[in-house]
């Protein structure tokens, strides 16, 4: 008998005790034996859940319970999350998480005390929902020198896009639709700002690369500042604007990650990921481009990966998975200071001005656009040769376009 314990009951909690009870005997037949969901810690109670009387609120109960042998951690953040984290690790048990923000900011320690004690640490959720990419980087994918990774890795701010491109919806009005479907964060702040898939694309890069890239490393810009002009001109030239988070292998051995909204080409796959799908695409020198899609948030589809993580901890109790980075230091990352590229620039301004610093440049058509606001796509170039000639202009928005 594996005996679980899953620490907060909220979306994805909730989905984990779902998808056991309604696919328990297809799981244990994975396992060779039975799986058992025997706790479940909230701070509240849930008297009309099927799953309410196996509710507790004292924490310590599942640390010291011999018969725990796997704990499903679901509360999300880096506060309480971290302190249950190790000392479950500590207590000789194995731990699953979706917790992203927990295994950017902490993953090299745990997965480290994980080894320690002789357990696993599984974080198959973490990244891309129920899209499976943490265990193919780390064993599908191991033969190669990853290059590149990059991906639309946010569900909550592709489904925000999504609505407004399709449907002329407003920003607000989207955002209240992604959270109502149990896609945003508790605090969607970190959505919409970039910082949900600056996580996700540090776990990735310190899984490719080896070495922990901490968020506070990566610069991280969200879709705030995206505009429904900008998804209009986007259109006139057969882009959309998708929020991609990117991490590229420099010669040097340093990474340059970064989070940022970017003009898709209509022909790149990328460009077709709607709603609350992610994609991922990876670079690998022998394999060249692989890429991962699927649902990236919602309380099923990340549920099943946080269960397929059970089902691996529990077929390895005896031989633990083993997933592995060193400390990175403060020089592994380094911003895309040198990272040429085409740019999306809208502006403010006159005419004049933009013809004398971009005279190959053709302006974007949009119907209703005021008389002085002018956009265009550039040639390749780096930010700061973009930025010194954007001198006399006042831009509005400024992206890269995905080569
Ligand atoms: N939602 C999604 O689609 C996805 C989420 N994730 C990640 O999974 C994690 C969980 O997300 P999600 O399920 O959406 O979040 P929720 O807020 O829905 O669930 C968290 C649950 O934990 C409870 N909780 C808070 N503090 C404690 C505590 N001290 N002890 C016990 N329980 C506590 C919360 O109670 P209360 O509500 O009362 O605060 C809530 O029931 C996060 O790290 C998130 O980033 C990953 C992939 C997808
Ligand atoms: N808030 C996240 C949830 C999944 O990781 C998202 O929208 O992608």
């Not at 649902?295 to 005896?318: M, Q, Y």
């Not at 005419?351 to 606001?373: I, W």
């Not at 796509?377 to 930025?387: S, Y």
Request: aromatic content about 6%; glycine content about 8%; overall charge negative.
């Amino acid at each position: 008998m594996v005996n679980v314990a899953i620490l907060g009951f909220g979306v994805v909690g909730s989905g984990v005790a779902e998808v056991l009870a309604t696919n328990g005997p297809h799981i244990d037949s994975k396992v060779d034996d039975l799986i058992r969901l025997k706790y479940i810690l909230d701070v509240r109670d849930f008297p009309d859940s099927p799953f309410g009387d196996k509710v507790i609120h004292d924490f310590s109960i599942i640390e010291n319970d011999p018969e725990v042998n796997i704990v499903v951690e679901t509360i999300g953040g880096a506060k309480v999350a971290l302190d249950f984290t190790r000392r479950v690790l500590k207590a000789g048990k194995s731990v699953v998480t979706s917790n992203k923000e927990l295994v950017a900011e902490h993953g090299c320690e745990l997965l480290q005390l994980a080894q320690e004690h002789g357990v696993s640490y599984l974080f198959e959720a973490s990244v891309g929902g129920g899209i499976p990419i943490i265990r193919p980087l780390n064993q599908c994918l191991a033969a190669n020198e990853i290059e590149e990774i990059s991906g639309i890795l946010n569900g909550t701010t592709n489904y925000i896009l999504t609505r407004m491109i399709r449907t002329g919806l407003s920003f607000e009005a989207a955002l209240k639709e992604a959270q109502q479907n149990g896609y945003a964060e508790q605090d969607p702040t970190a959505d919409i700002e970039g910082h949900d898939a600056c996580r996700k694309i540090c776990i990735l890069a310190s899984l490719a690369f080896g070495r922990h890239v901490y968020p506070r490393q990566v610069p991280t810009e969200g879709i705030t500042g995206v505009t429904l002009a900008d998804v209009a001109y986007a259109d006139s030239c057969g882009k959309k604007i998708k929020l991609l988070g990117r991490a590229i292998h420099r010669e040097d051995g340093k990474v340059c990650a970064f989070v940022a909204p970017h003009l898709v080409d209509g022909e790149d796959p990328l460009s077709g990921v709607e709603d609350v799908f992610n994609a991922i695409s990876v670079r690998g020198n022998a394999i060249g481009d692989v890429m991962f899609y699927g649902r990236g948030a919602g309380k099923l589809p990340t549920a099943s990966a946080v269960v397929a993580d059970v089902i691996d901890a529990a077929r390895h109790k005896d031989a633990k998975k083993r997933m592995f980075w060193e400390d990175g230091g403060e020089d592994v990352a380094v911003p895309p200071t040198d990272l040429e590229s085409a740019w999306y620039v809208r502006t403010e301004g006159r005419l004049e001005y933009v013809k004398a610093a971009f005279p190959d440049c053709p302006l974007l058509p949009r119907a209703g656009a005021p008389v002085n606001e002018f956009a265009f796509l550039t040639p390749p170039m780096t930010r700061a040769q973009l930025d010194s000639k954007l001198t006399t202009m006042a831009p509005c928005s400024v992206f890269r376009v995905l080569d």
